[in-house]
């Protein structure tokens, strides 16, 4: 039983696509984020939505897009992909935003050529 | 803002060896501190976590205590294994809550059989 799954896995594009990634956490929780780590294994969150609001917007572009269609999947869709958009992005979840642990999915390592 | 710092890396030992990873922050109020663990090809994993002042987490051998005194909460196991070799992220979320975990940039660690 996967607690936060993501698909896909890996994903390599080309620069200027658009492209989604996908994340499910099957915990009950009410909040789910978004981090990005970079390739020095820096991570930063990007976005957090409790019960399907936005509650935390970093400094993020304008090309990526949050989703979350219900509080068990929160989605991320990117547009106008640049080369700098490479990373691995994890998604994770929490019970509220004031919950301390989070538990996170195995991440989509993107790679955009 | 609240920061982190942890000892640079690549760490390597030999199985049975002592461990510490140093963990330094600043942070405004009483932040909880957290180490994360990441094996390679996952996504992190809550290790131990400390809510407040001279408290000690510990998980699976390991130790850290928060220590406000020196804005310290330092990584420690007796005697590492193999099973152990993953990077560790050292995080803190404030008072406000755990919507934004603040991560430090990780520390390799590689233990030799």
């Known amino acids: 039983d996967t607690a936060v799954s993501q698909t896909p896995k890996y994903l390599v594009t080309q620069m200027g696509n658009d492209k989604s990634i996908k994340c499910e956490q099957n915990?009950?929780?009410?909040?789910m984020y978004w981090y990005k780590q970079d390739s020095k294994k820096f991570l930063k969150i990007m976005f957090s939505?409790?019960?399907?609001?936005?509650?935390i917007n970093e400094t993020v572009p304008n090309r990526f897009s949050p989703k979350s269609p219900d509080k068990a999947h929160l989605n991320l869709h990117i547009n106008s992909l640049e080369l700098g958009d490479s990373a691995v992005y994890f998604c994770?979840?929490?019970?509220?935003?004031?919950?301390?642990?989070?538990?996170f999915g195995p991440g989509t390592r993107l790679l955009v050529l | 803002g609240n920061s982190v710092t942890q000892m640079e890396g690549p760490v390597t030992l030999s199985e049975e060896a002592f461990l510490t990873i140093n963990c330094t922050y600043t942070a405004t109020g009483y932040p909880s501190l957290f180490w994360y663990v990441q094996y390679p090809g996952e996504g992190l994993q809550l290790l131990l976590k400390a809510t407040k002042a001279d408290d000690k987490g510990s998980n699976k051998g390991f130790e850290a205590t928060y220590r406000k005194e020196t804005t310290s909460f330092h990584l420690e196991k007796g005697s590492v294994q193999v099973s152990d070799s993953a990077v560790y992220f050292c995080a803190l979320s404030g008072e406000w809550g755990a919507q934004k975990l603040v991560f430090g940039q990780g520390t390799r660690l590689t233990i030799n059989p």
């Open positions: 939505y409790n019960n399907k609001e936005l509650i």
């Open positions: 994770a979840s929490s019970q509220g935003p004031r919950q301390e642990t989070q538990y």
């Open positions: 915990l009950g929780h009410d909040t």
